[in-house]
């Protein structure tokens, strides 16, 4: 009986996420572009080139470069992220040198020329701290490319207010898949478009790019409360612009301050 239920409601919220992804089909193209797949799969991909040494921070047993991208490539990866276990469950020879740090305590030595920093800056309760770690890794002319959930988002405002283990145990209920990349504290620090862009420049970033999505799947999983979802966003989005992203990408470059 328990796996007949279990079968039922995970057809139950299959259903709920095609009905989802229908209406989405209805919308203007710019609320329908993912943020993690376009800043990966399409951004990120125009930066990387070759003999480059690359910061991978807070990727820990998940980096962006694989193996075959990084011989491809010829280029050095360096993995830096807080959590040894991470750093170490990463396949075998995805980093070339691993660095166990707090990212908003780290001073770097200057010599990368890209760090890709994705799905992080939400998990540190300083982000002017850690970018200014981040900017300590790149020599002068380097890139930053940041992926960012938003704390404008309404699952943003939601995980600052529920419980940790009972928001992981309702995530990981509803998507199983998140265990593998998700469930992490978050703190949402001055985690906005504005906000960001705003602290970068001040610690000497310029702005090369710019992504904004308003698209997330937390609420795919009933359709009203989607529905709800997203005309709340279109209203949110209608008026306050790009802070009403769900999520951001940025490609910073380091200038001389």
Known sequence: M?????????????????L???????L??????????????VVLPKYIQKNLVIYDIGGGKNPYINKEMKSWFNCRVIGLDI?????????????DKIIFEDITKYNGDQDGDLAICIALLE?????????AGIRSCLKTGGLCALFVPSGNAIFARINKI?????????????????????????????????????IAKSLGFEILDKRCYYVSSYFSFFFPLYLLWRIYMLVFQWIAKEQAAETFGLILKKVEQ
């Open 20 to 26: 989802s992804n229908w209406f989405d089909s209805l």
């Open 83 to 95: 959590d040894k276990i991470e750093l170490n469950s990463a396949p075998i020879g995805s980093y």
């Open 162 to 198: 529920l419980p940790e283990n009972f928001k992981k145990q309702i995530l990981f209920t509803l998507f199983p898949n998140a265990k593998e990349c998700q469930g992490f504290p978050a703190y949402y620090d001055h985690c906005t478009p504005r906000e960001v862009q705003k």
């Open 28 to 41: 203007a193209e710019k609320y329908r572009i993912d943020g993690y797949s376009d800043f990966s799969n």
């Open 123 to 131: 998990h540190v309760k300083d982000v002017k701290a850690a970018l």
């Open 2 to 18: 328990t796996n007949l239920l279990r079968n039922l409601f995970r057809q139950f919220i299959n259903s709920q996420i095609k």
